[in-house]
């Protein structure tokens, strides 16, 4: 807010006009030691501070310390005759008055123009507010003038006396939803967003969103996270990098839910905060439903490391969502977020509208430095429904295949920035235990899975087998005829033993009988007295 | 003096024992207070002779009594007595009003 000087803030009936003036002061009061005073022309001041104390606003107690002073005026139009020239110098006393007294540093009137309808000479009403105002500026008062809304910025036109700053509220209802936004219209000397900013009226009170910093400027660190799947991480060269967007897109039923889960189960294992905010399931849902896979996040909320967000889509204004989300984060610092089912938030919204929403939760988390994995619904292969893929770092699509009469989940990681990642296609099977990824089979008739893979696994096993046994077989059968060469070969041998033994038999009988033969000779030719003819013989 | 069909005035305005209580609330001696002052005085004497009472409350000396009394603008004039309260605003320039106004409407002529 310009100080010293006065904005005003138009709007239509509930837009919050009342509220952000009253949290004006009771912000100045409380933070930055500036009482304040608040004139109320629409309702009694028991009833601004009931309406504010809902919201954590404690306006009595701030004005037993003197740090606040509510004037309140109800006038009816119907008791009010005018007669001739007047002025507002009761409301210029009162606020010197309330100026001096507790040093009121901040003016909220709210809502002025309801002097227009009480008194009908509106020459007098607006010289009087032109004085008002510029007698607040003199005394260097911060002021809030709230305004009625209508065609043009203020019913009115006050706009015309307050120059310096112009906030628009408004209360916008599209397809049924409301949003509440706030425009700053006009801020002299300042830089000022023009966008339309959402806002919320929360049991914190206003709070308007820090949002649509469309700047690229978020770290970027290198430390990578588990996706709680090991085969994941391993798809993705070692998981998630810190601080990444992840988008699990497929057709209905296809586990992105699980997924997002695992990354939690993983986060809250290594004793971080995450948040978890769902669409489409309440929290009691989602934890019964993983806990038949095998996950109990019960645990982690029971931990208090894991907080649960749920709302249907349609319960909220995009914007509201959004400013939702932002509070969470800034209440919780998760630094792990699961956004699970925004294909949700497309109903009754614009597609359009849900982009940008959705690009600004990504670009919200991401400046935190949160790890985000989002799910949601897509149709087609490889568009998401509401086109933020660009916006990701990491895309993992997850579809339904049908073959064989059954359907089968497959998993493939369509991009994965700044990482090497497995161009695979991995079936993705959900058991009680959890996720598995499995390898598919890629043959000549294409990917298998499911049953068929089974199939033809076991089609493989088969012929593996029988090519083993045919091996031992051939194997066995060659052995035995070495067994049976050998055998051959033994007999052999022994039968070459035996005719060697023969010949040195024979041999031996050969000089037996050789020896014998001279024996006899020599036997003979003494009992004849031979001669010796001419041999050895002879002379024996 | 009146008209059988319109009773413009309030059945009270015929009641001679009826006091009337006024009250003009004023800022200080400004041009249009004064004036407030004299016109009221005035249209008093002319119509409720001998039965009336005015307080002027000057706002400057206690301002909180304007959120009290919810006045917003000066000069106010607000008719306490015979109820219900009226409030006419301005300086009473225009004595028809003020009478309309504190329904002590006269007859013509």
């Given at each position: 807010?310009?100080?010293?000087?006065?904005?005003?803030?138009?709007?239509?009936t509930?837009?919050?006009?009342?509220?952000?003036?009253?949290?004006?002061?009771?912000?100045?009061?409380?933070?930055?030691?500036?009482?304040?005073?608040?004139?109320?022309?629409?309702?009694?001041a028991?009833?601004?501070?009931?309406?504010?104390?809902?919201?954590?606003?404690?306006?009595?107690?701030?004005?037993?310390?003197?740090?606040?002073?509510?004037?309140?005026?109800?006038?009816?139009?119907?008791?009010?005759?005018?007669?001739?020239?007047?002025?507002?110098?009761?409301?210029?006393?009162?606020?010197?008055?309330?100026?001096?007294?507790?040093?009121?540093?901040?003016?909220?009137?709210?809502?002025?123009?309801?002097?227009?309808?009480?008194?009908?000479?509106?020459?007098?009403?607006?010289?009087?507010?032109?004085?008002?105002?510029?007698?607040?500026?003199?005394?260097?008062?911060?002021?809030?003038?709230?305004?009625?809304?209508?065609?043009?910025?203020?019913?009115?036109?006050?706009?015309?006396?307050?120059?310096?700053?112009?906030?628009?509220?408004?209360?916008?209802?599209?397809?049924?939803?409301?949003?509440?936004?706030l425009?700053?219209?006009?801020?002299?000397?300042?830089?000022?967003?023009?966008?339309?900013?959402?806002?919320?009226?929360?049991?914190?009170?206003?709070v308007?969103?820090?949002?649509?910093?469309?700047?690229?400027?978020?770290?970027?660190?290198?430390?990578?996270?588990?996706?709680?799947?090991?085969?994941?991480?391993?798809?993705?060269?070692?998981?998630?990098?810190?601080?990444?967007?992840?988008?699990?897109?497929?057709?209905?039923?296809?586990?992105?839910?699980?997924?997002?889960?695992?990354?939690?189960?993983?986060?809250?294992?290594?004793?971080?905060?995450?948040?978890?905010v769902?669409?489409?399931?309440?929290?009691?849902?989602?934890?019964?439903?993983?806990?038949?896979?095998?996950?109990?996040?019960?645990r982690?909320?029971?931990?208090?490391?894991?907080r649960?967000?749920?709302?249907?889509?349609?319960?909220?204004?995009?914007?509201?969502?959004?400013?939702?989300?932002?509070?969470?984060?800034?209440?919780?610092?998760?630094?792990?977020?699961?956004?699970?089912?925004?294909?949700?938030?497309?109903?009754?919204?614009?597609?359009?509208?849900?982009?940008?929403?959705?690009?600004?939760?990504?670009?919200?988390?991401?400046?935190?430095?949160?790890?985000?994995?989002?799910?949601?619904?897509?149709?087609?292969?490889?568009?998401?429904?509401?086109?933020?893929?660009?916006?990701?770092?990491?895309?993992?699509?997850?579809?339904?295949?049908?073959?064989?009469?059954?359907?089968?989940?497959?998993?493939?990681?369509?991009?994965?920035?700044?990482?090497?990642?497995?161009?695979?296609?991995?079936?993705?099977?959900?058991?009680?235990?959890?996720?598995?990824?499995?390898?598919?089979?890629?043959?000549s008739?294409?990917?298998?899975?499911?049953?068929?893979?089974?199939?033809?696994?076991?089609?493989?096993?088969?012929?593996?087998?029988?090519?083993?046994?045919?091996?031992?077989?051939?194997?066995?059968?060659?052995r035995?005829?070495?067994?049976?060469?050998?055998?051959?070969?033994?007999?052999?041998?022994?039968?070459?033993?035996?005719?060697?033994?023969?010949?040195d038999?024979?041999?031996?009988?050969?000089?037996?009988?050789?020896?014998?033969?001279?024996?006899?000779?020599?036997?003979?030719?003494?009992r004849?007295?031979?001669?010796?003819?001419?041999?050895?013989?002879?002379?024996? | 003096?009146t008209?059988?069909?319109?009773?413009?005035?309030?059945?009270?305005?015929?009641?001679?024992?009826?006091?009337?209580?006024?009250?003009?609330?004023?800022?200080?001696?400004?041009?249009?207070?004064?004036?407030?002052i004299?016109?009221?005085?005035?249209a008093?004497?002319?119509?409720?002779?001998?039965?009336?009472?005015i307080?002027?409350?000057?706002?400057?000396?206690?301002?909180?009594?304007?959120?009290?009394?919810?006045?917003?603008?000066?000069?106010?004039?607000?008719?306490?007595l015979?109820?219900?309260?009226?409030?006419i605003?301005?300086?009473?320039?225009?004595?028809?009003?003020?009478?309309?106004?504190?329904?002590?409407?006269?007859?013509?002529?």
């Amino acid at each position: 807010m310009p100080k010293g000087r006065t904005t005003l803030v138009t709007g239509g009936t509930g837009s919050g006009k009342t509220l952000l003036g009253v949290q004006f002061l009771v912000a100045g009061a409380r933070e930055y030691g500036e009482p304040g005073v608040l004139v109320s022309f629409e309702e009694s001041a028991e009833k601004v501070s009931a309406n504010v104390a809902s919201l954590g606003l404690d306006l009595d107690g701030l004005q037993r310390n003197g740090l606040l002073v509510v004037h309140a005026f109800r006038v009816d139009p119907a008791e009010v005759i005018e007669t001739g020239e007047f002025d507002f110098q009761p409301l210029f006393l009162l606020l010197a008055d309330a100026i001096e007294r507790i040093g009121a540093k901040r003016v909220v009137l709210d809502t002025v123009e309801v002097l227009f309808t009480v008194f009908r000479d509106r020459a007098i009403v607006r010289a009087e507010l032109g004085r008002l105002f510029r007698w607040l500026e003199d005394r260097a008062v911060t002021a809030i003038v709230t305004g009625e809304r209508s065609d043009g910025l203020s019913r009115y036109g006050i706009e015309e006396y307050v120059s310096d700053c112009v906030i628009v509220l408004d209360h916008r209802i599209s397809d049924e939803v409301s949003t509440r936004r706030l425009r700053i219209v006009k801020y002299r000397g300042s830089a000022h967003g023009t966008n339309e900013y959402p806002f919320l009226i929360s049991a914190r009170g206003f709070v308007v969103l820090p949002i649509t910093s469309v700047a690229l400027d978020y770290a970027a660190p290198e430390e990578r996270i588990s996706t709680g799947v090991a085969r994941l991480d391993h798809m993705l060269s070692g998981g998630l990098f810190r601080g990444s967007t992840v988008l699990v897109s497929g057709t209905a039923g296809t586990g992105k839910t699980t997924l997002g889960a695992y990354l939690i189960d993983s986060a809250c294992a290594r004793g971080e905060r995450a948040l978890l905010v769902l669409f489409e399931e309440s929290p009691d849902q989602v934890i019964r439903n993983m806990r038949s896979v095998g996950l109990d996040l019960w645990r982690w909320v029971e931990a208090g490391l894991l907080r649960m967000w749920a709302a249907r889509p349609t319960a909220f204004g995009l914007e509201t969502h959004l400013a939702i989300l932002a509070q969470l984060i800034e209440e919780f610092a998760p630094p792990v977020a699961v956004l699970d089912g925004l294909a949700g938030l497309t109903h009754g919204s614009c597609v359009a509208e849900v982009a940008s929403m959705v690009a600004r939760q990504i670009d919200l988390l991401k400046k935190q430095g949160i790890t985000v994995l989002a799910t949601t619904l897509a149709a087609e292969t490889e568009t998401s429904t509401i086109g933020i893929s660009s916006l990701v770092d990491t895309w993992l699509l997850l579809r339904n295949v049908e073959s064989d009469g059954e359907r089968n989940r497959l998993l493939f990681v369509l991009k994965s920035r700044g990482s090497a990642h497995s161009n695979q296609v991995r079936e993705f099977v959900l058991t009680d235990r959890g996720i598995e990824l499995v390898d598919v089979y890629v043959g000549s008739a294409g990917v298998v899975t499911g049953s068929a893979r089974t199939t033809q696994e076991a089609r493989e096993r088969d012929t593996k087998l029988q090519r083993d046994e045919d091996l031992m077989r051939r194997q066995r059968e060659v052995r035995r005829a070495i067994i049976e060469g050998e055998a051959r070969l033994a007999v052999l041998q022994d039968e070459l033993a035996a005719e060697k033994a023969e010949i040195d038999r024979i041999e031996r009988r050969q000089q037996h009988q050789t020896a014998d033969v001279e024996e006899d000779r020599a036997a003979m030719a003494s009992r004849r007295w031979a001669d010796q003819a001419g041999d050895e013989r002879g002379q024996r | 003096m009146t008209e059988p069909r319109r009773t413009g005035a309030g059945p009270e305005a015929s009641d001679p024992r009826q006091t009337w209580e006024l009250r003009l609330y004023v800022t200080g001696r400004s041009p249009k207070c004064a004036r407030a002052i004299e016109n009221l005085q005035a249209a008093c004497e002319q119509h409720l002779a001998g039965r009336y009472r005015i307080e002027v409350v000057d706002l400057l000396e206690n301002p909180r009594l304007a959120a009290d009394d919810q006045i917003l603008a000066v000069p106010t004039l607000v008719r306490k007595l015979p109820p219900p309260i009226r409030k006419i605003v301005g300086d009473l320039s225009d004595t028809d009003r003020l009478l309309v106004g504190l329904q002590l409407r006269p007859r013509k002529g």
